[in-house]
Nanobody, 120 residues
Framework: QVQLVESGGVLVQAGGSLRLSCAAS????????MGWFRQAPGKEREFVAA????????NYADSVKGRFTISRDNAKNMVYLQMNSLKPEDTAVYYC?????????????WGRGTQVTVSS
């Protein structure tokens, strides 16, 4: 069982930067693929980024490549999403997710989300 709690979402101006954090509970955190997803108002939830259990592999949505960076600290049970050059279209609720498979179609564990608002 893994419990996830996101934090760091705020209101930021376009062009700015923000780092989201996800705190995970559970002794086996280091064995999980971790992902970030987002859901904008009126839209379906979409994949943003993922990182393998050791951190050696990452994957990004085309819309965030070159602007967002996912990282993890297994010693602290933390996952991060560094977001740079933010755009108004990045506005969404951002969710942290965990699964024991690499890039699964559906992640097993989810946090409750943190709101990111980018003003133009």
């Amino acid at each position: 069982q893994v419990q996830l709690v996101e934090s760091g979402g705020v209101l930021v101006q376009a062009g700015g930067s923000l780092r989201l954090s996800c705190a995970a509970s559970g002794r086996t955190f280091s064995s999980y693929t971790m992902g970030w997803f987002r859901q904008a108002p009126g839209k379906e939830r979409e994949f943003v980024a993922a990182i393998s259990w050791r951190g050696s592999s990452t994957n990004y949505a085309d819309s965030v490549k070159g602007r967002f960076t996912i990282s993890r600290d297994n010693a602290k049970n933390m996952v991060y999403l560094q977001m740079n050059s933010l755009k108004p279209e990045d506005t969404a609720v951002y969710y942290c997710a965990a699964d024991q498979r690499w890039l699964p179609a559906r992640y097993t564990y989810w946090g409750r989300g943190t709101q990111v608002t980018v003003s133009s």
